[in-house]
Nanobody, 115 residues
Framework: QVQLVESGGGLVQAGGSLRLSCAAS????????MGWFRQTPGKEREFVAA???????YYADSVKGRFTISRDNAKNTVYLQMNSLKPEDTAVYYC?????????WGQGTQVTVSS
């Protein structure tokens, strides 16, 4: 069983940066493909970025070139570095395995980008 806790969200002006962290418990983290997802009110949760256990990375077109996903297996942590933030990036951000698993959704962390 894996438990995931997101942190690092906040309020930032357009063009600014934030780094999100996802701390995972459980012994299978290093062999798990992980992802970041986001959701705004009234919309479906959407894929943002993923990193495989071999550190291959994948991004949604909307964040490509601005966001970077990384992992530190020694710390059981996945990161999402977000640069050049836009108001449309405002959402609650979640991490999960990739593909996501129902039982692993955490509370998420709110990111708000002001214009």
């Amino acid at each position: 069983q894996v438990q995931l806790v997101e942190s690092g969200g906040g309020l930032v002006q357009a063009g600014g940066s934030l780094r999100l962290s996802c701390a995972a418990s459980g012994r299978t983290f290093s062999s798990s493909n992980m992802g970041w997802f986001r959701q705004t009110p009234g919309k479906e949760r959407e894929f943002v970025a993923a990193i495989s256990w071999t550190t291959n990375t994948y991004y949604a077109d909307s964040v490509k070139g601005r966001f970077t996903i990384s992992r530190d297996n020694a710390k059981n942590t996945v990161y999402l570095q977000m640069n050049s933030l836009k108001p449309e990036d405002t959402a609650v951000y979640y991490c999960n395995k990739n593909p996501p698993q129902k039982d692993y959704w955490g509370q998420g962390t709110q990111v708000t980008v002001s214009s």
